[in-house]
């Protein structure tokens, strides 16, 4: 693979998380019928937004260890755009009971599906951090 895709636009990663009903199984599914460049662009949107939901306000809300903050911006995201734009406005809309919202598999959907389709792993890309955080957004 040459140079990797540019994150897939907004509007049709969010129509993918619709479609998966924040299931990653289905989304997993959904991933499958797509190309190599489609899945890649999805996994760098989705690293986005956790991105986007790595701030001190909504960890103070959630009250996540490192993982489990990880696990419940996954599982936000996977509540769709609507509810992941009402945390980023007000994190007090995020989940105050970490251990029953997270969602740790929706992060491997994109990873399996390539892997599964393709038989080698998901190509690497800097862009892409361990916990997906964000240090410039966390004053």
């Known amino acids: 693979m040459g140079t990797l895709p540019e994150a897939m636009p907004v509007d049709q990663f969010w129509a993918l998380v619709a479609q998966s009903e924040g299931a990653a199984d ?3 599914r959904l991933l ?14 989705l690293y986005d937004v956790l991105c986007q939901l790595y701030r001190r306000d909504i960890h103070d809300v959630t009250e ?3 993982d489990g903050f990880l696990y419940i911006r996954l599982w936000i995201v996977s509540r769709g755009r609507e509810y992941c734009e009402s945390v980023l406005r007000d994190p007090e809309n995020a989940p105050h009971y970490p251990s029953d919202e ?11 599906a390539y892997e599964e389709k393709f038989g080698e792993p998901l190509p690497d890309y800097p862009e892409r951090p361990s916990r997906a955080d964000n240090t410039a957004t966390w004053e």
Do not use: Q
Not at 33 to 40: K, T
Not at 102 to 112: I, L, Q, S, T
């Open 64 to 66: 996540g260890s490192d």
């Open 26 to 28: 289905t989304l997993k």
């Open 32 to 45: 499958m019928r797509r190309s190599r460049d489609e899945i890649v662009a999805f996994d760098k949107r």
């Open 102 to 112: 997270e969602n740790e598999d929706f992060m491997y959907a994109p990873m399996e």
